[in-house]
């Protein structure tokens, strides 16, 4: 069964452009997070897509968004990018949405600023 | 609100010695708990979980945590370290299905040879 997949691996942009990263969950996952993970904060929970509808939303501003698509692939979006934006994004799917449901991560897409 | 503290950001120990990375949540409610492994530049992988019933939770690669509510504690160990756990540890915590998943900072596990 294959993993989560995050595309692209590695992205490079500079401050002021947008970004788009794809998840596509594991077959069957109708539940997909997105997380930050940088030195400093740790990972950071963004926001939760079920069933094309968010259900969550975690302290970011604006700028982020998000979306799932009926086949349960989900797209992330930055807007106006900045220094600070540089991270490892990581996507993780679950079967659904209990509290105990394991989420499943990619390997993520590392997103550098210049 | 929900929070999980790891002590250590780093622990090292020799090969075959036993593995102790510490996690304590706070929480108002029972809660589920998870240990996750992240190797360099992967993401990252779930090593076991707590949900309800038994307080030992055995997970992959030998590891195991056990659910301590008294002292709102959730302990990763195994016994007899090897090369191949050198990676970074987290523990998090969720409560209810409407919350996200709240990571601890991590621990890195270096092993001796």
């Known amino acids: 069964k294959a993993g989560v997949t995050q595309t692209p691996r590695y992205l490079i942009k500079t401050r002021g452009q947008q970004v788009t990263l794809s998840c596509s969950p594991i077959?069957?996952?109708?539940?997909v997070s997105w997380y930050q993970q940088t030195p400093g904060q740790g990972l950071q929970f963004l926001f939760e897509?079920?069933?094309?509808?968010?259900?969550n939303k975690g302290n970011f501003p604006g700028r982020f968004s998000g979306r799932q698509f009926s086949n349960s692939r989900s797209e992330m979006n930055v807007s106006t990018l900045e220094l600070g934006d540089s991270a490892l994004y990581l996507c993780?799917?679950?079967?659904?949405?209990?509290?105990?449901?394991?989420?499943?991560f990619g390997d993520g897409t590392r997103l550098s600023i210049l | 609100a929900q929070s999980v503290t790891q002590l250590g950001s780093h622990v090292s120990v020799s090969e075959g010695a036993l593995v102790l990375l510490r996690c304590n949540y706070s929480?108002?409610?029972?809660?589920?708990l998870f240990w996750y492994v992240q190797y360099p530049n992967q993401g990252l992988q779930l090593l076991l979980k707590y949900t309800t019933g038994a307080t030992l939770v055995k997970g992959i690669n030998g590891f195991e945590a056990e659910f301590k509510k008294s002292e709102t504690s959730f302990h990763l160990t195994k016994p007899s370290a090897h090369m191949s756990d050198a990676a970074e540890y987290f523990c998090a915590v969720r409560t209810d299905p409407r919350g996200n998943l709240i990571f601890g900072k991590g621990t890195k596990l270096s092993v001796k040879p």
């Open positions: 929480s108002s409610v029972p809660p589920y």
């Open positions: 897509y079920f069933s094309e509808t968010q259900r």
């Open positions: 993780a799917s679950s079967l659904g949405v209990g509290a105990g449901q394991p989420q499943h």
């Open positions: 077959s069957g996952h109708r539940s």
